[in-house]
């Protein structure tokens, strides 16, 4: 099983930057897929980039062009890059990984909140 620890949300303007990090530790050498999706209440959760290691990565057209999803294999974390964020990208992100077999983990969750 992987354990997740999400970190680098927060507040930011209108067309500002943020980059969100997740840290996996546990089974890490069976991780098939590091992906980020965000969830506001009362709706369900979205996929927002995926990183299919060694192999492609994969963006919710919302997120093309403006949101990158990188991965540091030697430090088993996946980020996540934003740029040109809006208001309505103001949701909770998290952090999720597929692993060999199948089995997925999430971490906790961290708020994005975009707002003048």
């Known amino acids: 099983q992987v354990q997740l620890v999400e970190s680098g949300g927060g507040w930011v303007q209108p067309g500002g930057s943020l980059r969100l990090s997740c840290a996996a530790s546990g089974s890490v050498f069976s991780i098939y897929s590091m992906s980020w999706y965000r969830q506001t209440p009362g709706t369900r959760r979205e996929l927002v980039a995926s990183d299919y290691i060694g192999q492609n990565t994969d963006y919710a057209d919302f997120a093309k062009g403006r949101f990158t999803i990188s991965t540091d294999s030697a430090k088993n974390t996946v980020y996540l890059q934003m740029n040109s964020l809006k208001p309505e990208d103001t949701a909770v992100y998290y952090c999720?990984?597929?692993?060999?077999?199948?089995?997925?983990?999430w971490g906790q969750g961290t708020q994005v909140t975009v707002s003048s």
């Open positions: 999720t990984v597929r692993e060999t077999t199948g089995y997925d983990s």
